[in-house]
């Protein structure tokens, strides 16, 4: 028996097609990318559920959405660029950064080749990390899911130490490093992750694949809180976790399982913040040199006792970040002769915005001896050089006038 033509529906039934029934599929493609805002995708027939199910695609929205995919491929694409012809890059999106770390390190643990050995596989953090990172991968080796060895970057001669002891499964680091914008060593940490079978594993958040692209430069995986500089105006929260296709696929599974799957309006979010991807961060890194300069000029009067920026001869990973990183970066952070002067700055400010985030396209202010009090003890933050003094900003698009003038007035005296 035939369907019933539409016009024979009853208007209950009829008012459930809202207008894709019978829709005009020559239409033109639309110029911005249509949102695909569904939970199913309907199929054709039997043989196209067998397919999706097969390909575990299109089929539900925990298995991968058009919005997700489509933003992803363009990250994988960003992740390979200037890599060797054979280097294997695919994305995948996920519901947060944290989301992207965690599927991310599991990925990595759920690999057989970690599992044949007899103890709790070795996992070496290059730290400063990212807290909520730092408290995952603590909380991991508190379930016995893994041991845990934390030195600090760039200390690549201490991780080849450990790794002549001991077999280490990961190395986990962040490039920039937080807030001291360090810069590790990735070429060294891959060769000695391939020389001893280990996997190293790249946050490079702070950097973007615009700046660095630890695939190409030897590392395995690499993870970005797409809610900073990829999305870039502070609406939208997703992570991305980029590497070969057998971690992908295996971190694609974590996800399905684990729910932590982006919501396509995120995804169509990012995929309109990734159109000005590159624009934004060549005006924000403009605006970041321009600032450290004002900074470090004008010291003295501003009572600014350092500037910690990568693009500056003084940044004791100057030189690596002319050779690993195409632009030094958004991301600066200066120390106040006092505590006293950096909260009352923190607090002076008027432009920039005091936002516990970063990457958008206002200029943001932090005061990491404060946001990080929770979860690092006083030892630890003086370790990660995170003094009482210190702000970071995470610079904008404005003006840089006006941003100078915001800075001068709430450093300046009363
Ligand atoms: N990685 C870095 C370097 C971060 O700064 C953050 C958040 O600030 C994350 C990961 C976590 O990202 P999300 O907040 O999207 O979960």
Request: charged share 20%; proline share 7%; hydrophobic share 45%.
């Amino acid at each position: 028996m035939k369907s019933p033509p539409l016009s024979s529906l009853a208007p209950s039934t009829l008012l459930l097609s809202s207008g894709m029934a019978g829709a005009d599929t020559s239409a033109p493609m639309p110029n911005v990318p249509p949102l695909y805002q569904s939970v199913g995708y309907e199929l054709t027939d039997l043989a196209a559920l067998e397919q999706a199910v097969v390909g575990q695609r299109h089929l539900y929205v925990r298995h991968g959405a058009p919005n997700e995919e489509a933003a992803a491929r363009v990250l994988a694409q960003l992740e390979a660029r200037g890599g060797p012809a054979d280097l294997q890059v695919e994305a995948t999106l996920l519901s947060s950064g944290m989301a992207a770390i965690e599927a991310a390190v599991m990925a990595v643990l759920d690999d057989r080749r970690v599992h044949s050995r007899d103890r709790p596989p070795l996992v070496v953090m290059a730290s400063p990390i990212y807290s909520a990172a730092r408290s995952l991968l603590c909380a991991l080796a508190n379930r016995g899911l893994m041991t845990l060895h934390e030195l600090e970057v760039p200390d690549t001669a201490a991780v080849a130490a450990i790794a002549d002891r001991e077999p280490v499964a990961l190395i986990y680091c962040e490039v920039l490093t937080n807030p001291r914008l360090r810069v590790p060593d990735l070429p060294a940490l891959a060769a000695l992750a391939n020389q001893h079978g280990a996997t190293l594993l790249v946050d490079a958040t702070l950097a973007t694949p615009l700046l660095c692209r630890p695939l190409t430069l030897g590392a395995h995986v690499v993870v970005h809180s797409a809610t900073k500089f990829l999305g870039g105006h502070g609406d939208l929260c997703a992570g991305v976790v980029a590497g070969r296709p057998d971690v992908l696929e295996r971190v694609r599974a974590h996800r399905q399982l684990h729910g932590s799957v982006l919501d396509p309006f995120a995804a169509w979010l990012l995929q309109r913040s990734l159109r000005t991807l590159d624009v934004r961060l060549q005006r924000q890194i403009e605006n970041a040199s321009a600032l450290a300069s004002f900074l470090s000029e004008n010291a003295e009067r501003l009572g600014v006792r350092e500037v910690i920026y990568p693009g500056l001869p003084s940044h004791p990973d100057h030189a690596l970040a002319k050779t690993l990183l195409d632009r030094p970066g958004a991301m600066l952070a200066f120390t106040l002769k006092t505590p006293e002067a950096a909260r009352r700055a923190f607090e002076r400010v008027r432009l920039l915005r005091r936002v516990a985030s970063l990457g958008d396209v206002e200029s943001l202010i932090m005061y990491p001896a404060a946001t990080w009090s929770r979860s690092l003890s006083p030892k630890e933050l003086a370790r990660f050089g995170i003094a009482p003094g210190l702000l970071r900003l995470s610079v904008g698009i404005e003006d840089i006038a006006d941003l100078q003038a915001d800075l001068d007035a709430a450093l300046g005296p009363q």
